[in-house]
């Protein structure tokens, strides 16, 4: 009866611990179906740990496999990553058990229960941990076979290094107390070093592929920035033209005496001023965003509604007005595509108080992810959330504070910026009105 309740004990420490790591990840079938056949695959081969050095390696190895095998079935995620991942859980297993199997013969006393008992509860609560802290694995995250190898062979060594020592000196009864505490340190050593390498290899390349986006989004925000000015320099040209237009036009009127004529005439005028229909916030480079972000709502069937006065905001460079702005625009319209109804976004801000207060608001109905700095996202990817933690970069630059809010399905962005000593405020300018 007790080696049966093991079993079952050892079979579920063995999936559980693996399941934790891809708990979060999307199945390609039911979960829990996955996790159970996972679960009697461990109880069905259950095979007793080995005091041999050779059927330890092969014990082993074979979790890697089942592991790699189950993911590949039934997670979605890459294949080298999932090779990663099975290493990492297989170290973990193994560690445990020979620190609490040296443990247990460093006193003399053994019980194989209270061994298989203990380990599998550290192995169990060292999945989470490592999982929350760690392996902050996604559905996108990859992994080159470089990478794979840098990861993988140091710390395999270190737990080869592991199983060898102890399997050179397992019968403690027979050496003396310094040789013990020799062997019980090097043991510690080569297991603590097994999973420093793994995490600080997992946080490194977790790190590198954040830097990776960074660039890619500063590339973007960049290229943005430079067609803005040339929708800036073409704006400048299509006022001059309309004002020579709308002079020569108002002389055409005066000259006109045919009535057919005078009616032509007036056409060309109203063309000509719907032509220059376009958003007007007081900051030009803010118009020419908002005029192309307008159009691009406009192409995807979403209504942008915009209210927003931004004179006096020289202050503000033109980047970081493009910065602040393009993520949380972009933002809204990703987040508005995914729903089927009431595609709507709403901008409003101008000065409040001293302040520069600007509010973006669009529903959503995917669910959100929150990363390490408290941010909310409803984007999938090692990247969520990157766009706001470059608005708020922006924001704390100039004092600001940022502030978000999901209220009713409706994602609100709103973030303050405290007025300059060499701003000339005008807060006559402050009301808020929105146009379609």
């Not at 207060?357 to 409803?378: A, C, M, Y």
């Amino acid at each position: 009866m007790i080696y049966f309740i093991m079993t079952l004990f050892q079979a579920f420490v063995f999936s559980y611990s693996f399941f934790i790591l891809c708990k979060k990840m999307p199945f390609k079938t039911n979960k829990i179906m996955a996790y159970l056949f996972l679960f009697f695959i461990f109880y069905f081969i259950y095979i007793p740990s080995e005091n041999t050095l050779i059927g330890s390696i092969l014990r082993y190895f074979g979790f890697v496999l089942i592991y790699f095998i189950w993911s590949s079935f039934f997670v979605k995620i890459e294949k080298k990553y999932t090779l990663f991942l099975s290493f990492f859980c297989t170290v973990l297993m193994g560690i445990w058990f020979s620190c609490f199997q040296l443990f247990f013969l460093f006193i003399d006393y053994y019980d194989r229960n209270l061994l298989i008992f203990f380990s599998g509860l550290a192995r169990l609560l060292s999945a989470a941990i490592f999982r929350s802290k760690i392996i902050l694995i996604d559905e996108n995250r990859t992994i080159s076979y470089p990478e794979l190898f840098v990861s993988i062979f140091p710390a395999m060594t270190c737990f080869l290094a592991n199983l060898i020592n102890f399997g050179l000196f397992k019968n403690l009864s027979s050496i003396n107390i310094t040789e013990k505490i020799q062997l019980a340190s090097l043991t510690v050593f080569f297991a603590i070093s097994a999973l420093v390498v793994l995490s600080a290899t997992e946080i490194y390349f977790r790190f590198s592929s954040l830097k990776i986006e960074a660039q890619q989004a500063e590339a973007q925000l960049t290229l943005q920035y430079q067609l803005f000015l040339k929708e800036k320099e073409k704006d400048e040209q299509l006022k001059a033209i309309h004002h020579d237009m709308k002079n020569h036009i108002e002389i055409l009127t005066k000259l006109s005496k045919i009535d057919e004529v005078q009616e032509y005439v007036g056409k060309i005028k109203e063309s000509t001023e719907h032509a220059l229909d376009r958003i007007d916030t007081g900051n030009i480079v803010l118009n020419i965003l908002l005029d192309n972000k307008k159009q691009i709502c406009k192409e995807k069937g979403i209504i942008f509604n915009t209210g927003i006065r931004f004179e006096n905001t020289d202050f503000l460079s033109s980047m970081d007005v493009c910065s602040l702005f393009v993520n949380c625009i972009d933002n809204a319209i990703e987040a508005v595509e995914k729903i089927s109804g009431n595609k709507v976004i709403e901008l409003a801000g101008g000065w409040i108080n001293d302040s520069l207060v600007v509010r973006i608001q669009n529903p959503f109905v995917h669910e959100l992810k929150k990363g390490k700095d408290e941010l909310l996202s409803t984007k999938k990817g090692p990247g969520h959330g990157f766009g706001l933690r470059n608005v708020k970069r922006v924001i704390e630059r100039y004092d600001g504070t940022l502030n978000i809010n999901t209220n009713d399905n409706l994602f609100t962005v709103t973030w303050m910026i405290p007025k300059r000593e060499n701003a000339q405020l005008s807060l006559e300018n402050a009301q808020l009105s929105f146009t379609n």
